[in-house]
Structure formats: structure tokens, C-alpha cells
């Protein structure tokens, strides 16, 4: 089991708002770090810290947190958005990572 | 350019060992700390553990404290992940990411992943 819990799978409509959360008592202490994955492809960095994209990331991504939850939220999904997403954060010690089972993002 | 170059796919028995490579350019491979992450057919990511070639220290997910060893070469700017006797469990994508800072978990440069078949 993860220290991190996320959610079933989600489905937008295309160009809807969706948010996917990312649960865990190491979020009350630390940022959650957000990746997407898409089938046969490495990970790859979304958000961070507070609500910080990657250069080349669309800002439809945005971040959020509150308490022992962050959230992850596009505004407007693209089909290209598609994809499986994880949450990671440091676990309750700070020494190690851990991620969420991961949320499967589904455009309609 | 900052990458992470991982070695190809590997086809094993049971009870084989193996070590795959991931090798860092375009930075100061000492001064990062490297993780690994395993991912088995279908499912999700998992934390492995990271280590920090400056110095070697390695730290290591509980799940796979034992079951795996993580080590680095600074020399060639590369670091390993090996196991000394494969189950058919350990069939799975193997990623090698770095942080974006020195002291960061938050991993914006990954390997292409290695992909790790164990069956007899």
C-alpha cells in the first residue's frame, strides 16, 4: 500500500476542468510533486512545490494544497492530456520518496 | 544538455543476476542524487530507492531494502541497479530519474527505463 492515495480513474469532458487529488499525512509537511505518464513513455514533470511548471508545461496545469491533500488540476483538457498521473512526496521521515498509486486520466 | 542514458533491455532466468546501468552528462553527476523506480506490467510507479554518487549514500524504499543494490561510479558518471538472484517478480520497466536541485525530490530529468524480463 502507498502512503500517498489517489483517485479511481477520472474522466473530462475535452476542454473541461478536472482535478485529481492526492491524499497523505507526509502533505502536511511536505509539497507533493506531480508527473504525468503516458503509455510507453517515461514519466514526466508537471508541477512543483507550491504550484511550479517546467518549462514547456501548458499552464491548464496548475497545483494546489490544503492540509493533508494536493490537488492537481487542468483547466481545459486537451486530448493530449490523456494520461496516467502520480502524485510523490517524502514520506513521513523525509529521507525517502514515495509515490500514489497513480490516477488514469481519461478525455472524452 | 542534462540526460540520463539507461542501458538496453535485458532477458533473464530465474535465479540469474544482473545489473543495469544509468548513465548521467550535461552535469555534475556527483553533486545529484539518482533514484531508481521500478514499474511492473500494468501497474504503478514505485520508489526504489536513490543514491548520491558524491559520496555513496544510498537510501533505500522499505519494500526493496534486501531485495536489491543500488550503487554509483562517479568515474564514468554511472550509476547502477543490480540484483544478484532474479524472480520472475522483478519483470518490470526500471527508470533512473534526477532532481532539479541538488537537494530536491522532485525528479525533472528520468531515463529512458530499462526494461527487465525474468522467465524461464
Known amino acids: 500500500s502507498s502512503d500517498l492515495t489517489q483517485d479511481p480513474p477520472v474522466s473530462v469532458a475535452l476542454g473541461q476542468t478536472v482535478r485529481i487529488t492526492c491524499q497523505g499525512d507526509s502533505l502536511r509537511d511536505y509539497y507533493a510533486t506531480w508527473y504525468q505518464q503516458k503509455p510507453g513513455q517515461a514519466p514526466v514533470l508537471v508541477i512543483y512545490g507550491k504550484n511550479n511548471r517546467p518549462s514547456g508545461i501548458p499552464d491548464r496545469f496548475s497545483g494546489s494544497s490544503s492540509g493533508n491533500t494536493a490537488s492537481l488540476t487542468i483547466t481545459g483538457a486537451q486530448a493530449e492530456d490523456e494520461a496516467d498521473y502520480y502524485c510523490s512526496s517524502r514520506d513521513s521521515s523525509g529521507k525517502r520518496l514515495v509515490f500514489g498509486g497513480g490516477t488514469n486520466l481519461i478525455v472524452l | 544538455e542534462v540526460q540520463l542514458v539507461q542501458s538496453g533491455a535485458e532477458v533473464k532466468k530465474p535465479g540469474e543476476s544482473l545489473k543495469i546501468s544509468c548513465k548521467g552528462s550535461g552535469y555534475k553527476f556527483t553533486s545529484y542524487w539518482i533514484g531508481w523506480v521500478r514499474q511492473m506490467p500494468g501497474k504503478g510507479l514505485e520508489w526504489m530507492g536513490v543514491?548520491?554518487?558524491?559520496?555513496?549514500?544510498?537510501r533505500y524504499s522499505p519494500s526493496f531494502q534486501g531485495q536489491v543494490t543500488i550503487s554509483a561510479d562517479k568515474s564514468i558518471s554511472t550509476a547502477y541497479l543490480q540484483w544478484s538472484s532474479l524472480k520472475a517478480s522483478d519483470t518490470a520497466m526500471y527508470y533512473c530519474?534526477?532532481?532539479?536541485?541538488?537537494?530536491?525530490?522532485?525528479?525533472?530529468?528520468w531515463g529512458e527505463g530499462t526494461t527487465v524480463t525474468v522467465s524461464s
Open positions: 530519474a534526477r532532481p532539479e536541485t541538488a537537494s530536491s525530490s522532485v525528479m525533472d530529468v
Open positions: 543514491i548520491y554518487p558524491g559520496d555513496s549514500d544510498t
